[in-house]
Structures are given as C-alpha cells and as structure tokens.
C-alpha cells in the first residue's frame, strides 16, 4: 500500500507537467483513499488537496473515492470500522458503504433480480 501510495503520488506529479487536471485529481483522490487506511496521519491534508483538485471538474467517480475515504481518516471511524466487520463482511470492503454516500440525484442500482437469461 505504500508504493501505492508513492506511484499515485507519482502519477500525480507526471500529471500536473502535462497539464492533464483529471488525471491529476483522480491520482491524487487514489491516493488519499489509500492513506486513509495505511498513513492516517497523512490522509487529512491529501484528502483536502484531493478536493481542491476536483474543483471544477466533473468527475463523479473520483468524487465518490474522496468521499469514501473521508470518515476514514479519524481514528475512532476506523476503529468502528474494524471492530464492525464480520466474516461476511471483510474490513478489505470498504466500498459497501458507498452506496450510503452517493448523492441522491445518482441512480441506485435495482435490488430486484435480474431477469437477464443464465447462459447455457
């Protein structure tokens, strides 16, 4: 997770000498995300520079990555998070929150079976 952490900081910089804005938002929203949980000491200051970043950018996706790594970057949130997990619910699934935080213009996805065929 560090070098992960190191190669979107990398990707970032690569970004802001091509003068690419999205790329440089999303490297750097990947980034807080990851230092949410392994540098929560770190995550404050690279979440807020994810966020100055999007702005003016419409990037939905990437604003739901800064938007999910944002409660984690307390310690008593991941705390809770950790201690909530159960075996059917991994501490590795962060993203099952994000439903929760989407905004309520974005469509939700349909909690009905699908009635596509199984393949054969």
């Not at 929560?40 to 003016?56: M, R, V, Y």
């Not at 201690?83 to 974005?106: D, E």
């Amino acid at each position: 997770m560090t070098r992960a952490a190191a190669t979107y900081e990398a990707a970032r910089a690569e970004a802001e000498t091509h003068e690419i804005a999205g790329e440089r938002a999303t490297s750097q929203a990947q980034r807080a995300f990851v230092l949410a949980f392994t540098h929560p000491a770190h995550a404050d200051d690279e979440i807020d520079l994810a966020t100055q970043l999007l702005t003016g950018l419409d990037l939905r996706a990437t604003t739901l990555t800064v938007q999910i790594a944002s409660p984690y970057e307390t310690p008593a949130a991941r705390t809770a998070w950790r201690t909530a997990s159960t075996p059917s619910v991994p501490r590795s699934t962060p993203l099952a929150l994000s439903p929760r935080r989407c905004p309520s213009s974005w469509p939700r996805a349909s909690t009905t079976p699908s009635s596509a065929p199984t393949p054969t």
